[in-house]
């Protein structure tokens, strides 16, 4: 019996597939909102022409609006100053017409974004990176959760892999990602692991893991012998290989051969970023509107 042979098929979690799935969910809710009289508004405010950027708010803009959501993007000059920024979203906190805002970072040079985050409303924070719903995640108190950690469990639960009692090591720490999946997993009582930079003899500890998610910004960085086999690998990397394509930070032509489960990047967590997103909205305007999400 050769290697490949004895392993059970390895699953690739579809982050394409499951996304849609997501955001045709999401569409029926804003209907349903839509019936309760609350039409789901999302505003978008990209300053400056970071071309990745513009990217990422085209392709926010169109799934928020094939979800039935009504889109306002705001595109402001890199020359714009923070007394301006903050006065933009001061109007946004304001309108009673948006019940998600997300400014798009990174921002240019000489914007403070933490500042900015700061300021918005957190029922309206769709990014989930205000500091009151940094600290609703932690205490377990009911907030708007960061998409792209948002997006892995639900990839996870979407495919019925268990997370309660599984060892989970986050690799990154960074208030985007790795942190608030480490909070997520942790509610879901997994026994969590966070690595970063500093951590001695990193493959050691992946080793360990039944789920690993790599969340580091570094190509292929993960090597097939750092995974258990029958691990679950959720890779958040975007990088750009040798060869100019997408790879993410996990080795997946190495990692697939021992997984059980692994997203592939492109088309894993990525997709799920986006649906989060339109997930959060259709959230924070039914608890802006009093509307029990259950009921809906
Ligand atoms: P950050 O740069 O903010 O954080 C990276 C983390 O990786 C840090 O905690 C850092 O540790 C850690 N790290 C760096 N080098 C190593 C190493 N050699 N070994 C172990 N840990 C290391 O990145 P983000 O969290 O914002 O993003 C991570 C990746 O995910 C990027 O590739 C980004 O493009 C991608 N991304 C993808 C999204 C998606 O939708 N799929 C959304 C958001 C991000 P330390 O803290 O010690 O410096």
């Avoid at 928020?64 to 009504?70: E, K, L, R, S, Y």
């Avoid at 890199?78 to 997300?102: F, K, M, P, R, Y």
Wanted: net charge neutral.
């Amino acid at each position: 019996m050769t290697k490949t042979e004895a392993k059970q098929a390895v699953q690739i979690l579809d982050g394409k597939a499951t996304a849609l799935a997501v955001r045709a969910d999401v569409a029926l809710k804003v209907q349903a909102l839509k019936a309760h009289g609350v039409a789901p508004g999302l505003s978008v405010v990209l300053v400056g022409e970071d071309p990745a950027s513009q990217v990422y708010v085209r392709n926010k803009d169109r799934a928020a609006t094939a979800a039935g959501i009504a889109v306002r993007q705001i595109t402001l000059p890199a020359s714009t100053t923070q007394a301006e920024l903050l006065a933009t979203v001061a109007d946004l906190n304001a309108d009673d017409a948006v019940h998600g805002i997300l400014v798009q970072l990174p921002l240019p040079k000489g914007l403070d974004a933490d500042a900015i985050v700061a300021t918005l409303d957190p029922a309206k924070d769709v990014d989930g990176l205000h500091p009151a719903n940094v600290a609703a995640l932690w205490t377990g108190a009911e907030g708007l959760v960061p998409c792209t950690p948002a997006g892995c469990i639900e990839l996870l639960d979407r495919h019925e892999i268990p997370i309660a009692g599984r060892r989970a090591v986050v690799i990154g720490r960074s208030m985007l990602v790795g942190k608030p999946l480490a909070a997520l997993l942790l509610a879901r009582n997994a026994t969590v692991t966070i690595c970063h930079s500093r951590t001695e003899d990193l493959p050691a500890v992946t080793r360990a893991a039944d789920i690993v998610v790599a969340a580091v910004g570094r190509a292929r960085m993960v090597r097939g012998d750092w995974i258990r086999p029958g691990a679950t690998v959720l890779d958040v990397g975007i990088n750009r290989g040798d060869d100019g394509r997408l790879v993410g930070d996990v080795h997946f032509p190495e990692a697939r051969e021992v997984a059980g489960a692994i997203t592939p990047v492109p088309g894993g967590v990525g997709p799920m970023t986006i649906a989060m997103l339109l997930s959060n909205t259709a959230r924070a305007a039914a608890r802006l509107g009093s509307i029990p999400w259950e009921r809906l």
